[in-house]
């Protein structure tokens, strides 16, 4: 029989004074947990990539036994570790405010200083449901589990709940560099149908400054918001007449317009061909491609003379139709289709945020009828294109997660095992090293993600890149191989942005508006002193724009500094000023969004603006 010993006495063995929790046999598990001896341990210390999780686990269970002290009727939900922190769903009579945070900070302050030993139990789920028998959250959790034994945690007689763990030995472990954020309505579990609880948001750190940073992000992405951004700047507007979709005004057109343009000359010239596809096809055709067993809960319907149409909310039937068309030979792939295709997706109302989250949107999309020997060269290809798009707008670098087959699916293991395979070697060949993003495949295929990283550090899911060996087959597309025999082609759904819309979001808040100048709507503006010089403003005016620079004329009757304040809100990085001396020396003083001035020639003016205003390379 094998030697058993606690974490705690491993670690002591061991002297590894600062553990906090154990990795053993690669699962996250509690120091007072006993295991053999012979396990492969790895402890887990305050600089471990799994610590913040753990102490973020624990200060969620502080800030619900804060809350249970503070008011005792709260019920408890759930509290689950989030993207920077992590949330507490309870019921309570009490409806919470900001005005008690600093309350429950207190308390939680108390709970730490006061040390209590974290003690796990694992009990049978018939002792479970007894212990939780007048919390209804709790029993519904516990009943719906398929297991034999739970395992709840108290900190000591003061506080317990039912949790998987791990967690820190003991509540002085935690930080005091946390803050609880807000707090918001959600339905528990999701489900409109079921009571609305309040879900308290905090977040929590490991040090002083970690937090501060955080904070300092948080408040500089408020004023980064691009809908604010957007307001400022005259881009778009969204009204409730047309929830999740844009009114592009006339300057978010333009900026518009010109990404998409410099992405399909990005696109041409790497060998994709230009298509654009129905906005509406038949619930047949969605039948056959799997989308409408899959997907149907987020499409809009439209009926029309007793046959059943979908908006499309992705563009990959409507390409394979275009493949379908004429016979095809191994010698025409790779064949590249590109289609920036308006889609429809029945988002959430409560999810919809700017142009973040939308319902209708245009997507970067592409599909690559290919061989499978031909996935490889493919996928270098496009990471190849992806690396000069994001660069060309001001990404450096970006992070690769690899998300494999979903629950909900459809194909054989067998197909999902050779998609995974020939993808995982097409990452490798292409040279990207990748974190596994477990279960968030799309339903036909496993994908690529990648991740942006702004300059607030924060990380934005933008391209992808999908196999699907299921689609061809199931809509009927082959070519005549080299055999001379019909073989279904491999099929690589990418983009780079995404999605315009949100590209351009993220464009606004990693920049705050301050576009690179080939992507501006306004260039430069020309702005009178008085309206005397009107005329001469004219003049200059018209031979920017003929020039091709994207120009505006404000001869407005107000002060130059009235109008200098008003384009600077508005993120116009370059201001002409014309008075007497300008129309004298037949000049122009240009002034930069640092502040800075130049006096400068027409000519001179134009070619440095011309300069500054270079699309990249393509």
Known sequence: MSEMISGFDLAKKREEKKAIAML????????SSIIPLESNVEFIN????????????????????????LWPSTQLAIGPVIENGFYYDVSCEHQFVPNDFEKIEKKMREIIKADYKIIREDITKTEALSMFANDKFKLELITDLNLDTVSIYRHEDKFFDLCRGPHLPKTGYATNYFKIMKVAGAYWRGDSKKEMLQRIYATS???KEELDNYIHNL??????DHRKIAKDMDLFHMQEESPGCIFWHPKGWILYNVLKNYIHNCIIKDGYFEVCTPQLLDRTLWEASGHWDKYRENMFIAESEERILAVKPMNCPGAVQIFKQGIKSYRDLPLRLAEFGYCHRNEPSGSLYGTMRVRGFTQDDAHIFCTPDQINTETKKFCKLLSKIYKDLGFDTFSVKFSDRPEKRTGSDEIWDISEKLLKEATAEAGLSYTLNKGEGAFYGPKLEFSLK??????????????????????????????????????LHRA??????RFIGI???????RLPLWLSPVQIVFATITNEFDEYAKEVYNKFLQSGIRAELDTRAEKISYKIRSHIVSKVQIIAIIGANEVTNRSLTIRYSDGKQDSLTIDEALHLIQEKCKVPII
Not at 24 to 31: F, I, S, T, Y
Not at 48 to 53: E, F, I, Q, R, V
Not at 454 to 468: A, I, P
Not at 507 to 513: D, K, P, R, S, W
Request: with cysteine; aromatic share 8%; net charge negative.
């Open 507 to 513: 464009l606004l808040e990693n920049y705050a508006g």
């Open 46 to 69: 305050k600089n471990h990539p799994k610590a913040l999780a753990i102490f973020r686990h624990t200060t969620a269970h502080i800030m619900a036994q804060a809350i249970k002290e």
């Open 24 to 31: 053993v046999d690669n699962k996250e598990m509690d120091l």
């Open 496 to 501: 780079v942005l995404g999605s315009l819309e």
């Open 205 to 207: 750190w490991l040090t």
């Open 454 to 491: 702004d300059k607030l550090g924060r990380e934005w899911q933008c391209g992808t890149l999908q196999v699907d060996f299921q689609l061809p087959e199931r809509l009927g597309a082959y070519y005549i191989g080299e055999d001379g025999e019909k073989h279904h082609p491999i099929m």
């Open 219 to 224: 408040e500089e992405a408020e004023k980064r």
